[in-house]
């Protein structure tokens, strides 16, 4: 068995991931339908987009957002931590394997990006959707 954590993982993984999301997206810029010969289309790219209440799991003391990109042992996802407006206040990527997990916030080119994403997100009234969702059921 290794002895290998996610932390010694976790830039390989963050790099590959953010090299994904830079692709997809300028096609996606271009041509919401566009896609990339082995990675598809951004629409397509994560798993799953939806909002994580207070709460959900131990020690969890604030709400996210959570733009997900693989499940299971092991998974990626992205959380966006944010004001009541829903204005962006922190980005982190989490890459979490069994009972283990490392996180790296977002600085420079990186969160730009995903603040690009996020406010695109956000005028098509997907944050907005996902929060009543998970706030109202």
Same mark, same amino acid.
């Given at each position: 068995m290794s002895d290998?954590?996610?932390?010694?993982?976790?830039?390989?993984?963050?790099?590959?991931?953010?090299t994904d999301i830079r692709t997809l997206w300028e096609?996606?810029?271009?041509?919401?339908?566009?896609?990339?010969?082995?990675?598809?289309? %951004?629409?397509?790219? =994560?798993?799953a987009f939806d909002y !994580?209440?207070?709460?959900?799991?131990n020690d969890q003391k604030r709400g996210f957002f959570r733009y997900q990109l693989s499940c299971g042992g092991p998974q990626e996802e992205f959380r966006y %931590?944010?004001?009541? =407006?829903?204005?962006?206040?922190? !980005?982190?990527?989490?890459f979490l394997n069994w009972f283990d997990g490392a996180k790296k916030i977002l600085h420079g080119n990186d969160l730009a990006l995903m603040l690009e994403i996020w406010n695109d997100w956000r005028e098509l009234g997907v944050v907005e959707s996902e929060y009543k969702k998970a706030t109202t059921e």
């Open positions: 290998k954590k996610c932390k010694d993982d976790l830039p390989h993984y963050y790099k590959s991931r953010m096609l996606y810029k271009t041509d919401p339908d566009a896609s990339d010969e082995e990675l598809g289309n %951004f629409s397509e790219y =994560g798993l !994580v209440p207070a709460g959900t799991f %931590f944010c004001d009541e =407006g829903f204005n962006v206040t922190r !980005v982190e990527f989490w």
